[in-house]
T-cell receptor
Framework: IAGITQAPTSQILAAGRRMTLRCTQDMRHNAMYWYRQDLGLGLRLIHYSNTAGTTGKGEVPDGYSVSRANTDDFPLTLASAVPSQTSVYFC???????????FGPGTRLTVL | GQNIDQPTEMTATEGAIVQINCTYQTSGFNGLFWYQQHAGEAPTFLSYNVLDGLEEKGRFSSFLSRSKGYSYLLLKELQMKDSASYLCAVRDSNYQLIWGAGTKLIIKP
């Protein structure tokens, strides 16, 4: 692994289903983030984690949950998907909240 | 509220110079970032400004005026590969990044 990986690359999901988007980084970065990117809007922060064992809510946390059991992994779960959660999801990490963020390749999620 | 404004789209000619502007109104300021994002790909870091003035990095330069809530990204000697979206982001008082919607730059031969 080099950098940040996300899985799956894309997914079509029926409304009401549960889905977990995976994110793994091998840079030993303390901070990790989940964003969604929608056409015509800037990246919007869903949840973040400044260090393993802690998480926080971003701008649009409703309908999503995260966990940070270790430094490398930061999964994002949609408990019951809705069509408005159709988006491209990016995971990012940084070695501290002060520094630049490095992004994973993204997951394109469609909820029908 | 917090707001980052950038033009939606710009067009420039290969070999020319283009300036992409960004104005911001945020709760606090702890630095401004520029990222490049090619279509279908992840954003990649270009530059960071925290003090007023110009930061130069090869063909790319970024300028900041904190008193005016204003930044620009200057791209020189444009190449076709510079066709991408350019995202402006401000780190607020909570150390979270607030993102603009991005400027799509189209380079014509």
């Amino acid at each position: 692994i080099a950098g940040i990986t996300q899985a799956p690359t894309s997914q079509i999901l029926a409304a009401g289903r549960r889905m977990t988007l995976r994110c793994t980084q091998d840079m030993r970065h303390n901070a990790m983030y989940w964003y969604r990117q929608d056409l015509g809007l800037g990246l919007r922060l869903i949840h973040y984690s400044n260090t393993a064992g802690t998480t926080g809510k971003g701008e649009v946390p409703d309908g999503y949950s995260v966990s940070r059991a270790n430094t490398d992994d930061f999964p994002l779960t949609l408990a019951s998907a809705v069509p408005s959660q159709t988006s491209v999801y990016f995971c990012a990490s940084s070695d501290s909240e002060n520094n630049e963020q490095f992004f994973g390749p993204g997951t394109r999620l469609t909820v029908l | 509220g917090q707001n980052i404004d950038q033009p939606t789209e710009m067009t420039a000619t290969e070999g020319a110079i283009v300036q992409i502007n960004c104005t911001y109104q945020t709760s606090g300021f702890n630095g401004l970032f520029w990222y490049q994002q090619h279509a279908g790909e992840a954003p990649t870091f270009l530059s960071y400004n925290v003090l007023d003035g110009l930061e130069e990095k090869g063909r790319f330069s970024s300028f900041l005026s904190r008193s005016k809530g204003y930044s620009y990204l200057l791209l020189k000697e444009l190449q076709m590969k510079d066709s991408a979206s350019y995202l402006c982001a401000v780190r607020d008082s909570n150390y979270q990044l607030i993102w603009g919607a991005g400027t799509k730059l189209i380079i014509k031969p």
